[in-house]
């Protein structure tokens, strides 16, 4: 990702925060915002967006493009392209929809 991109995280969730945060200090090209700035369709989805060369990314896909792309040992993020889908989204989805409870255990 060479040109800036764009990241729209959960401004309420301490676990979102952290990976944008994390995101700014491995990429200089990143522009992190809040979900509540995305058109309802992508709001409902109730996950991570990436936007980058005007592809639109959520989920799972978004967050191996992300961090993909912060270099050497991160690349390895790809292997869960390796698994069945079906379970790659399903772990996500688990973390997601319970990000808020496993938020409180991070200070």
């Known amino acids: ?3 800036k991109y764009e990241i729209f995280l ?3 969730c301490k676990i979102c925060n952290r990976f944008g945060e994390k995101t700014i ?3 200089n090209n990143v522009l992190i915002r809040s979900n509540k700035e995305l058109t309802k369709e992508l ?3 109730d996950s991570i967006i990436l936007i980058n060369n005007g592809k639109t990314y959520s989920g799972i896909d978004a967050i191996s493009n992300i961090i993909s792309n912060w270099g050497g040992a991160y690349k390895i993020i790809k292997i869960i392209t390796y698994l069945p889908r079906f379970l790659s989204d ?3 989805k688990l ?3 319970h990000r808020h409870q496993i ?3 991070i200070k």
Do not use: A, C, R
């Open 25 to 27: 200090n491995k990429s």
């Open 10 to 12: 959960d401004d309420d």
């Open 43 to 45: 709001f409902k989805l």
């Open 90 to 92: 399903k772990l996500y």
């Open 95 to 97: 973390i997601s929809n």
């Open 103 to 105: 938020s409180k255990f």
């Open 1 to 3: 990702m060479n040109e």
